[in-house]
């Protein structure tokens, strides 16, 4: 791209690193993002000689990626939430984070406030897309604890397909983690990241999820040594690994 050539807003501001093609489209649709002074729809194209502000905030457009592709492995704790700013004035899973010197980082989807465990960061906005969409097949695992012991057609059930309100889903394998009394443990692996997907598939079979954690998101595992609060970079050949488990998607 150069500076006369009108690209898409989303695609323009993900090469920046300023935040994935889906949190742009998000921030249109909140009339966060402005273009020249005026309110856009999403679609919009824009060149690097226009000015683009979110939140009021003038944003510093580039052709291309001059820094290279970084990760964090973040240990989310119950309790913040994944926006950078929140009316209720809750702690967010920014906070922790390093500072950066181009663009700004950029969660790889997210984690409700009443669920723990890894949570990745970028500062390529592509990248972070690429992850996030449903074509890339990336899988999310999770430990799960419940109240009481499922039974094997429950667990059938789970993995073979729930229609839930917002369509058909289901868990790719589900593998019991013990457990003592009324609470049982299981590890489940899904390929999506709709709102609260885990929690519902479990509560439409009548069983509540009284603790919820990701483990791995892809190839990357949260490690055991990583306290709640604290975040861990990948080195460039993990920073590769996660790149060609995307691009064989």
Known sequence: MNNHTP????????????????????????????????????GHKITLRDKVRLDGELLRLTASRTSRTRILIYHKPVGE???RSDEKGRPNVFAALPPIRQGRWINIGRLDINTSGLLLFTN????ANRMMHPSSGI?????????GEASKS???????????EDGPAHFDSIHAGG????????HVVIREGRNREIRRLWES???????????RYGPCKLPRQLRPGHYQELDK???????????RG
């Open 7 to 42: 690209e898409r807003i989303q695609k323009v501001l993900a090469r920046a690193g300023i935040g994935s093609r889906r949190e742009v489209e998000a921030w249109i649709a909140d009339g966060r993002i402005s273009v020249n002074g005026e309110k856009i729809l999403p």
């Open 81 to 83: 939430v994944c926006t």
């Open 124 to 127: 390529d906005g592509e990248l």
């Open 139 to 147: 899988e999310r695992e999770y430990a799960v604890r419940v109240f």
């Open 154 to 164: 429950t667990l059938h059930t789970l993995q073979t397909g729930v229609q839930l």
């Open 179 to 186: 457990g003592q009394g009324i609470n049982h443990w299981y």
């Open 205 to 215: 079979q009548g069983i509540t999820v009284s603790r919820l954690m990701r483990v």
């Open 237 to 247: 050949i993990e920073v590769n690994k996660v790149i060609d488990a995307v691009n």
